[in-house]
């Protein structure tokens, strides 16, 4: 493919606009020499800009790839992150009537654990003080999508647009007790889910998936950041999504998704797909 010159601004105006209904994206990576993650991560400040100019507020990450077991399927093998906004993320309570599927490019579901945070983590924080920062868990949805056609692209293609974020929907959040820190702390890196569509199961996930568990997914997180000048650290009342516990499932319109867990004191969730 015939390389060309993007500017890390006009990468992040293709990526937006192929996030949002546009034309499909041929990967940077085949056509702008020597675009690697340290550009891409240029671009995801360059495209925080752009959605915050426009009236846009972003409320958290999420990160993705922390399923170790699907890296060989999208020859993506390492964690990666993207921001997360006021209008890509809902409460799951508020969707009955269903979520459009419309919007989003070839989109898959990935059911996830969440973190809304109290304090700002630090790096270098063991699992037992990053679960101090957490003012509430919660299970979720995640749907990601991709603006390149059948999704093919090189870990800084979907660092560049936006780590595939497409949205999120939050289930009902526990407060998180003093009290009750050490049992989560245990659960949370053993926990098991199971998949299901339309009644029939899909899928079986466990907390050792992403990364040997949600907080070890956060610390990661944190630990990128630290290494990055040109994004920001996490900060109080971010919502922080820890990555898929199971392979991520195409979606479509008429389904109906299902999660039960065991070992985790949250409700198995369901969305439904019009």
């Not at 990576?29 to 360059?46: I, K, Y």
């Not at 920062?133 to 995640?142: L, N, Y």
């Not at 199961?201 to 000048?229: C, E, F, W, Y």
């Amino acid at each position: 493919m015939t390389t060309t010159v993007l500017s890390i601004d006009a990468i992040a105006a293709e990526a937006l606009a192929g996030l949002e209904g546009g034309p499909r994206l041929a990967p940077f990576t085949d056509r702008v020499p020597g675009f690697e993650l340290a550009q891409a991560h240029r671009v995801t400040a360059s495209l925080r800009r752009l959605r915050q100019a426009r009236g846009d507020r972003m409320v958290g990450r999420k990160i993705g790839f922390t399923n170790r077991t699907i890296w060989a399927e999208y020859g993506v093998y390492a964690p990666i992150w993207g921001d997360m906004w006021d209008n890509t993320v809902r409460d799951l309570a508020d969707c009955a009537a269903g979520v459009a599927l419309a919007r989003f490019a070839e989109p898959r579901l990935e059911p996830e654990i969440v973190f809304g945070l109290a304090r700002a983590p630090e790096p270098g924080m063991d699992e037992a003080a990053l679960l101090g920062c957490v003012d509430w868990i919660a299970h979720g949805f995640e749907i990601v999508q991709s603006p390149f056609a059948g999704w093919r692209f090189r870990a800084p293609d979907t660092v560049a647009v936006g780590g595939l974020h497409g949205a999120y929907f939050i289930g009902p959040r526990h407060a998180l007790r003093a009290e009750d820190a050490t049992a989560w702390l245990a659960a949370l890196s053993r926990f098991t889910i199971t998949l299901a569509r339309d009644g029939a199961t899909i899928d079986h996930g466990s907390a050792a998936n992403v990364l040997d568990g949600p907080l070890s997914a956060l610390k990661h997180l944190v630990g990128l950041l630290a290494q990055d000048p040109g994004n920001p650290p996490l900060a109080v009342g971010e919502i922080v999504t820890t990555g898929t516990l199971t392979r991520a499932f195409p979606v479509a319109p008429g389904e109906t998704w299902r999660t039960a867990l065991d070992g985790l004191p949250l409700d198995g969730i369901a969305i439904r797909f019009v």
